[in-house]
């Protein structure tokens, strides 16, 4: 009697934690007889999935599908790399570097990749292009102070001028630093930014981003979003704060006020008591003073 083979299929996550997925395994239906074994390599999750039959092979798969549905980019043997073309060309984006450090990390990975070249230019339009990356430095440099040092800053304001002069849809940059570097991706409607250690294979996390942007997924948790005018600003110099007004001249300011209302009040009043004669006013204000004082043999009660 031979032994029934069992249903089996390959899950590929990014930017899962192990935690998560445990979690989700954890709530298979015992009558689908699945299981799940997986394994993590950096940000990446690979998940076998295996199962006594197909149709419990196919809940368990759908569960995952619906748990993890912008971090799942496809099954089997497909690559991250594969997985962003295909993205970017079922929406019809256009994907640009617009500085050499972005452009190291994505061209290796997509020059293999067939139809690639329909989404990416490979530089040919953009920072490598002698008169587009002309423009682009020159944009970028408008929004920028002349002395400024900061890398994320101008790999920010590279990524949105590069998108701006080619008038493509996603424009990746990448700012390097010691130990780590800034992933940026400019859109119509902001730029997202993420740091990454250089040990954690920045490449897949900027393809990642890439491919969840093409499609209009969420972005994995840690990636930080500057709407466009607020990205805009950061990459501009910053502006001198407003001269304050001295604290003295705004109190003086505040007590001529208040002499202002009462000397006002005092006008209104004299008005009213006098019937409109304001020569009767010191008569009327001295009789009023002597019958208010207690005149001779009067008792003070």
């Known amino acids: 009697m031979t032994e029934e083979k069992k249903a089996e299929c390959v899950l590929r996550l990014f930017g899962v934690p192990d935690a998560a997925v445990k979690e989700a395994a954890g709530g298979f239906s ?9 394994k993590s390599r950096g940000a990446e999750t690979l998940v076998a999935l295996s199962a006594q039959n197909p149709a419990g092979l196919k809940k368990a798969a759908q569960v995952l599908r619906e748990k993890f549905s912008a971090d799942l980019y496809g ?12 993205e970017l060309e079922r929406h019809d984006r256009l994907l640009i570097c617009s500085d050499a450090a972005a452009g190291t990390l994505l061209e290796a990975r997509l020059e293999t990749i067939a139809g690639a070249e329909r989404v990416f230019d490979f530089g040919a339009l953009s920072y490598a292009h002698p008169k587009t990356g ?12 002349a002395d400024t ?14 998108r701006r002069v080619v008038g493509c849809d996603l424009a990746a940059g990448c700012a390097e630093r ?3 570097c800034v992933l940026v991706l400019s859109y119509k409607k902001g730029c997202w930014l993420r740091t990454v250690p250089l040990a954690d294979r920045p490449a897949l996390w900027l393809l990642d981003m890439i491919r969840r942007a093409a499609c209009d997924l969420p972005q ?14 950061t990459a501009q110099p910053e502006a001198a704060p407003p001269a304050r007004r001295p604290r003295r001249a705004r109190r003086v300011l ?16 004299a008005w009213a008591y006098t019937g409109g004669n304001f020569y009767a006013l010191p008569q009327r204000l001295r009789s009023l003073w002597a019958d208010g004082l207690p005149h001779s043999g009067a008792l003070l009660l």
């Open 30 to 38: 015992p009558q689908w007889k699945a299981e799940a074994r997986w």
């Open 75 to 86: 099954a089997g043997e497909i690559t991250l790399a594969e997985a962003a073309v295909q």
């Open 134 to 145: 002309a423009k682009i430095e020159q944009q970028a440099a408008a929004h920028l102070p």
């Open 149 to 162: 040092a900061d890398p994320v800053r101008r790999a920010l304001a590279k990524a949105q001028a590069a």
């Open 178 to 180: 010691e130990g780590d």
């Open 220 to 233: 994995a948790a840690g990636t930080g979003f500057l709407p466009a005018r607020k990205a805009a600003r």
């Open 254 to 269: 505040v007590v001529l006020l208040v002499l202002a209302v009462l000397a006002a009040l005092c006008t209104v009043g």
